[in-house]
């Protein structure tokens, strides 16, 4: 079975410091890893993803994300916080061993706020 | 293009009534899927269809009903539901089933059960 976890529900960070959202996950197999952004009443909307090769990602609206196999740990972060920036993040994976017909298992979600 | 597009926006329905929701896009992907979210959960996964035949039902109740009529559609046809159905209803398509492509979501259908 496959899993991630999202240890804080709730982080804040001044705008203009760097910002870390945590995300740990659990596979039989090697994950594919993905990162999704949320707004209020809106749908997910993709920032990156983690298949194979550098272990710095980069995404889109200047997020990045780490992933380090011996910690089993996918962390999104980026540079400079924007107030903008604040919404619901989710970390998600899928274990290719499963054949990749699953769909995508998501953590709970960290919301994440910007303060100016 | 890289659009999902879910009708309506907001639902609300008595349990009794029949209604769909709709879902398009026009990107080529041969993967959907309904998801469903309640309020400050993460989506779950409800059916998955790949080029346009259902492969997988996550033990959803048969009052749900999907239905994928070409590869640019999907529906889902609601029927007796309960208020505890009420959730945001998420489509998301992907370019294929394996597990490297990134899925694609619409802004989600509101529905409230009366």
């Known amino acids: 079975a496959q899993s991630v976890a999202q240890p804080e529900d709730q982080v804040n960070v001044a705008e203009g410091n760097p910002l870390t959202v945590k995300c740990t996950y659990s596979?039989?197999?090697?994950?594919?890893l993905f990162w999704y952004v949320q707004y209020p009443n809106r749908g997910l909307q993709f920032l990156l993803k983690y298949i194979t090769g550098d272990n710095l990602v980069k995404g889109s609206y200047g997020f990045e994300a780490e992933f380090n196999k011996s910690q089993t740990s996918f962390h999104l972060k980026k540079p400079s916080a924007l107030v903008s920036d604040s919404a619901l993040y989710f970390c998600?994976?899928?274990?290719?061993?499963?054949?990749?017909?699953?769909?995508?298992?998501f953590g709970k979600g960290t919301h994440l706020i910007i303060q100016p | 293009d890289t659009e999902v597009t879910q009708t309506p926006k907001h639902l609300v329905m008595g349990m009794t009534n029949k209604k769909s929701l709709k879902c398009e896009q026009h990107?080529?992907?041969?993967?959907m899927y309904w998801y469903k979210q309640k309020a400050k959960k993460p989506p779950e996964l409800m059916f998955v269809y790949s080029y346009e035949k259902l492969s997988i039902n996550e033990s959803v109740p048969s009052r749900f009903s999907p239905e994928c009529p070409n590869s640019s559609l999907l529906n889902l046809h609601l029927h007796a539901l309960q208020p505890e159905d009420s959730a945001l209803y998420l489509c998301?398509?992907?370019?294929?089933?394996?597990?490297?492509?990134?899925?694609?979501f619409g802004q989600g259908t509101r529905l409230t059960v009366v």
């Open positions: 596979v039989s197999g090697n994950p594919y």
């Open positions: 990107m080529g992907h041969r993967a």
């Open positions: 998301a398509s992907s370019q294929g089933r394996d597990s490297y492509f990134e899925a694609f």
């Open positions: 998600a994976v899928r274990d290719i061993s499963g054949g990749g017909a699953d769909g995508l298992t």
